[in-house]
């Protein structure tokens, strides 16, 4: 059986560097993974007057549907000042409900930040685990994926230095040995 893991990425900007980050991991999958990028661009701003049967968007029915077929989940982020983009914390929010029917409980996860900045989105990354924690997302925690001053990590050609790869690749194994623990757990 496949496994299918989720991709979210936090930028919406076409030529995004935490975009180019997320396509790198997804190449690095072995076989057995598929990789889903999930679209979080068009959800509607989560209000709860909207989340009823006759009035919930098709937009969110779809996502939720997409997120619950999911293994895992891996957020690729920028930091918009100190925390994560609205886009991002509205697909966490749109997925934990109706309350009790969150898509997101017991996924692994894995939260890789990415920026032109030397602290690599260091406040995103933790910003982003504390809501994972109360959406019961294990969460990888080490190796942490703090990936600053990208731009010189890419060439102009969009592809990512070997080195960094390599330090991509890492990350990803321990996750999938994570997120495997946890499945297998859950399947006793």
């Known amino acids: ?7 979210f990425v936090g ?25 889903v990028f999930v679209k979080i661009g068009d959800l509607p701003f989560y209000n709860e ?5 006759e009035n919930v968007p098709v937009e969110w029915t779809r996502f939720r549907e997409d997120v619950q077929g999911l ?32 898509v997101w409980d017991g996924k692994p996860g894995l939260v890789v930040t990415a920026s032109p900045g030397g602290i690599g989105g260091f406040g995103a990354n933790h910003h982003l685990r504390q809501s994972l924690v109360f959406l019961n997302v294990p969460t990888l925690q080490q190796p ?15 592809t ?13 194994t321990d996750y999938l040995s994570f997120a495997n623990k946890l499945t297998s757990k859950e399947t006793q």
Do not use: C
């Open 49 to 53: 007057d909207l989340d009823t049967p």
């Open 11 to 35: 930028s919406l900007r076409e030529d995004s560097y935490n975009k180019k980050v997320a396509e790198a991991f997804a190449n690095l999958l072995p076989e057995g993974y598929e990789s």
């Open 160 to 172: 990512i230095a070997k080195e960094t790869l390599s330090f991509f690749q890492i990350i990803l």
């Open 71 to 102: 293994t895992g989940v891996i957020f690729v982020t920028p930091e918009y000042n100190r925390s994560v983009p609205a886009v991002l914390k509205n697909a966490l929010d749109v997925g934990s409900r109706p309350y009790g029917h969150s």
């Open 144 to 158: 942490e994926a703090y990936i600053g001053n990208i731009a010189n990590l890419i060439d102009e050609n969009g």
């Open 1 to 7: 059986m496949v496994k299918k893991i989720g991709f």
